[in-house]
């Protein structure tokens, strides 16, 4: 089935340092999300974005939907230790089904 | 409101076994979806519906069965277990209106089939 390429798979990082993921596809999609999910609980939708090239925020997270609608990427500022979790983007092509990439584990050492 | 409730939390099967995991929403959204989750896959999604008496296949719907008889229930069958049917499930749900697909998402179900 069709994927998203999710890259890192994983990060470590120390507290306070900046972070940086991102999604691609061979596909064009309409709509670019990214869900946060913790241990044991399910996703959480973080930010939504509907047009190329948007660039949104949500406190401390950037995200911006590709100029060729085919990539999307996700910054966080200034991480904190509640920021450990699996992010997750998403892409939806219009047909009401969501296509989720593989995930990044975020661990954060104090 | 509880938002979307899944029962049950864990469960464990033996091959071969059926059963059902539940799934209820309570704000008003005429789509609703189950996706499996597998250590390293993602989410895929096995069955969706967008609106009561309305159903169709996901990316990986081979042995399971889904109803929608009211907006708020969207129960997944399991009618005969298997091994490779170990993953944890999640219900999601989402309205259909506009572009988005912004979807919110059960605390989830941990199914063991042994």
């Known amino acids: 089935g069709q994927q998203l390429n999710q890259s890192p798979q994983s990060m470590f990082i120390q507290e306070g340092e900046d972070v940086s993921m991102n999604c691609t596809s061979s596909?064009?999609?309409?709509?670019w999300l990214w869900y946060k999910q913790d241990p044991g609980e399910g996703p959480v939708l973080l930010i939504a974005?509907?047009?190329?090239?948007e660039l949104t925020s949500n406190g401390r997270l950037t995200a911006q939907f590709g100029i060729t609608r085919k990539d999307s990427f996700l910054n966080i500022s200034a991480s904190i230790p509640s920021d450990v979790g699996i992010y997750f983007c998403?892409?939806?092509?219009?047909?009401?089904?969501?296509?989720f990439g593989q995930g990044t584990r975020l661990t954060i050492n104090p | 409101n509880a938002g979307v409730t899944q029962t049950p939390k864990f469960q464990v099967l033996k091959t071969g076994q059926s059963m059902t995991l539940q799934c209820a929403q309570d704000?008003?959204?005429?789509?609703m979806s189950w996706y499996r989750q597998d250590p390293g896959m993602g989410l895929r999604l096995i069955h969706y519906?967008?609106?009561?008496?309305?159903?169709d296949q996901g990316e990986v719907p081979n042995g399971y069965n889904v109803s929608r008889s009211t907006t708020e229930d969207f129960p997944l069958r399991l009618l005969s277990a298997a091994p490779s049917q170990t993953s944890v499930y999640f219900c999601?749900?989402?309205?259909?209106?506009?572009?988005?697909?912004?979807?919110?998402f059960g605390p989830g179900t941990r199914l063991t089939v042994l």
């Open positions: 596909s064009i999609f309409n709509t």
């Open positions: 519906s967008v609106g009561a008496g309305i159903t």
């Open positions: 704000m008003n959204h005429e789509y």
């Open positions: 974005l509907y047009k190329a090239g």
């Open positions: 998403a892409g939806n092509q219009g047909a009401q089904k969501l296509v």
């Open positions: 999601a749900s989402s309205y259909l209106a506009g572009a988005s697909n912004e979807q919110f």
